[in-house]
């Protein structure tokens, strides 16, 4: 039997928070189902607790609302024990409050730049004609667990959704520069989606990509998730899909591919989405984009979630008792994933479920019998194939990216 702290109790059209605060259920009801969906971390500031959400957009199953405009959504915990998961399910987000519905019939994506060898519009039913590829990849926001990094460092104050796996198909990115052919002296790859600001003051989002990285086989212009054309909030009718690297690349609703000859200096490149230069193991460097001092946020780091059973759950003594979570990395592969009852002191290690490709979710389980009766504080933490690991305390950064400290889910043994 397993019973939460914080479990929210659908009454009559209101959620009621055990701890205290009144939500309004969003339209569409929020009926028993969705107890327990709004657990937040403790460790998230005060404000983001009290003002967080369920909350369902056009299309998607209720995630949790940490900003509307711009909307910014993520999935409970609770969404994230499958390697895939599905589209309405999916966090959003989004920098920029005007995000146009795109029509698929007049949408046009301009191909082209000075790093290019001519310039080219297509069409949605061209893009499709290009030789279709599919990868099962994880979308994870840069600044994941960002709300917990202590003290708070500005920014959206994600706790642990604003990730998920899906399979993404579409074109090559390389097939569909080599419409116009890159020319050599190419260095940066940029792209613009049809999203912008309100107010002129917010600069619009423009990524870029070393060409190395938009080229690889991997890198998509992907107009399909899970089997379903992609929906408007992630992206419709296409997106950039960068398996490895962190979501921020990931242009939705793209409207411009763009080959410079120059490191592209727009905001979102030189100002924002940056670490401290060393800080963190990432091997993928984006060269023309460093400083001495800072450098673009490139790879996913390695990680894992303990999903279930839920922090907070209790559990019986004396019986077996299945944890299980999910485990990702960069795409060099997940060794082990190891569980600790003892505060790190010894590690038993998980069985991995099944491999969808090493850009996915893998699962993990281990079951177990707790024997003493109390708070049993439990740890998992995964390793990669380069030897990667988590760390216990987040690396402290500016804006709170590449949180990979190893998940503690504290459970009462009854
Ligand atoms: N057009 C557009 N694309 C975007 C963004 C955006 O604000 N506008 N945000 C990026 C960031 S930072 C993230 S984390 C992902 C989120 O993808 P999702 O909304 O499909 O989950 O989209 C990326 N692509
Ligand atoms: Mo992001």
């Known amino acids: 039997m397993i019973t939460r702290r914080g479990l929210f109790e659908a009454a009559g059209g209101a959620l009621a928070f055990a701890g ?29 607790r009290a003002n967080a959400v369920l909350d369902t ?30 589209n309405d399910e999916f966090f959003v987000r989004y920098h920029l409050a005007d995000i146009p519905e795109v029509a698929a019939g007049t ?27 599919e990868v099962a990849a994880v979308c994870q926001c840069s600044g994941n667990r960002r709300g917990l990094f202590q003290p708070h460092v500005p920014g959206v104050q994600w706790g642990h959704g604003a990730m998920g796996c899906a399979r993404w198909k579409g074109a090559k990115l390389k097939d569909v520069l080599d419409l116009v052919g890159l020319r050599k002296d190419a ?31 991997t890198t998509l212009v992907a107009y399909e998730m899970n089997g379903e054309p992609l929906p408007h909030w992630n992206g ?6 960068v398996p490895g690297w962190t979501a921020t690349y990931w242009v939705k609703h793209i ?15 030189k100002s924002a989405y940056r670490i401290p230069v060393g800080i963190f193991p990432l091997v993928a460097r984006f060269i023309s984009q460093e400083t001495a001092a800072t450098t673009p946020v490139t790879e996913i780091v390695v990680n894992s979630f303990i999903t279930s059973p839920a922090d907070g759950a209790s559990i019986d003594a004396g019986g077996r008792t299945a944890i299980s979570g999910i485990t990702w990395d960069g795409g060099y592969g997940i060794r082990s994933v ?49 030897g990667q690991t988590q760390t216990r305390e987040p690396i402290p950064n500016p804006a709170g990216y590449c949180n990979n400290v190893a998940q503690t889910v504290t459970l009462d043994v009854v």
């Open 20 to 48: 205290g605060g009144v939500l309004t259920a969003p339209a569409g009801g929020a009926g028993s189902t969705n107890s327990g969906l709004l657990w937040l971390s403790p460790l998230l500031p005060a404000g983001t």
């Open 57 to 86: 957009l056009p299309g998607k199953k209720p995630l949790i609302r940490l900003t509307g405009r711009a909307p910014n959504y993520e999935a409970p915990l609770a969404y994230l024990r499958t390697a895939i998961t599905p």
């Open 107 to 133: 949408w046009k994506l301009n191909i082209g730049g000075e790093g290019a060898n001519g310039n080219l519009q297509i069409g949605l039913d061209e893009l499709k004609r290009l030789p279709v590829f």
């Open 187 to 217: 260095v940066e790859v940029v792209f613009d989606g049809a999203d912008g600001p309100v107010l002129d003051k917010t600069p619009d989002l423009v990524k870029s990509l070393p060409v190395w990285k938009a080229i690889e086989e």
């Open 236 to 241: 419709f009718p296409a997106r950039i899909v």
């Open 255 to 269: 409207t411009s591919i763009t080959a410079v000859t120059r490191p592209f200096d727009g905001y979102w490149m």
């Open 338 to 386: 190891e569980i600790s009852a003892d505060d790190g002191k010894s590690w038993m290690e998980a069985a991995l479920g099944e491999d969808p490709g090493k850009f996915a979710f893998r699962t993990w389980s281990h079951e177990f019998t707790p024997e003493r009766r109390g708070k049993l504080a439990l740890i998992a933490r995964a390793t990669n194939w380069i």
